[in-house]
């Protein structure tokens, strides 16, 4: 499939997805989000792939929704058109997927960012939801996955200010799960992402939606779902094979069944 806004390929079992508007730092236009989205739903159609990374350019991973494209925007054209519904996406991604970020991650950058599974960063990273500059404010989960991952103080400075907060930062309160030196960023991730999809599909799918479920529900009902689902493993032909691996000594041969 071609596409104009990102490149897309696959190593290995991992698919890549490189956002691709570079004289934009990347801004996020409908386009870039429909054919994100298509790559997503090609990736998630691939049984050979297990993992997907979702990464940038040195300079930016993208420095927001494209504020030239929304600036003309009416109340009525969002509405109707459900403006940001299609950003959704991402997160409804079953497959684990991985946000490789360097430079700029703001408002909807640092938005998509937070809509992965997680998110590795260069030092040169920096996130922040500056819309309050704009005159607006995040709107596509920056006041609510933001409070999330670093906790109310640090998320309501950060929107209310606007200010932009390093890789170190960024780590330091939650939000990235590891900072790497930027020329090792994406054979970081990748080596991440491949470790991942070397494991069974369908144990990472699992793993992934009970991670995620610890967002939506009571500790009580979380642990019930959780073991629900590990109870369920034990009719995986993978369980079997990555036990007797175990025990053989040898490396798993998995068949995400
Ligand atoms: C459209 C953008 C853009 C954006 C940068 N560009 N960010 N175009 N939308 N979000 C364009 C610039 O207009 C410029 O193009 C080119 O990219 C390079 O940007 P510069 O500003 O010249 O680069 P620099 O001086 O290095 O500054 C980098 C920057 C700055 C600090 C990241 O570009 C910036 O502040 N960008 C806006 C960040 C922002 O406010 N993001 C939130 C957007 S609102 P030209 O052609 O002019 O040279 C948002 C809402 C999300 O994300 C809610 C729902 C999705």
Known sequence: MAFETILVETKGGVGVITLNRPAQLNALN???????????DGFEADEAI???LVTGSDKAFAAGADIKEMAAKTYMDAYKGDFIASWERISRCRKPVIAAVAGFALGGGCELAMSCDFVLAADTAKFGQPEIKLGIMPGAGGTQRLVRAVGKAKAMELCLTGRMMDAEEAERAGLVARVVPAQDLLAEALKTAEAIAAMSHTAAMMTKDCVNRAFETTLAEGIRYERRTFHAMFATDDQKEGMAAF??????????S
């Open 30 to 40: 409908d386009q870039l989000i429909g054919e994100l989205n298509q790559a997503l």
């Open 50 to 52: 297990g993992a997907i």
């Open 247 to 256: 025990m053989e000594k040898r490396r798993p041969q998995f068949r995400n």
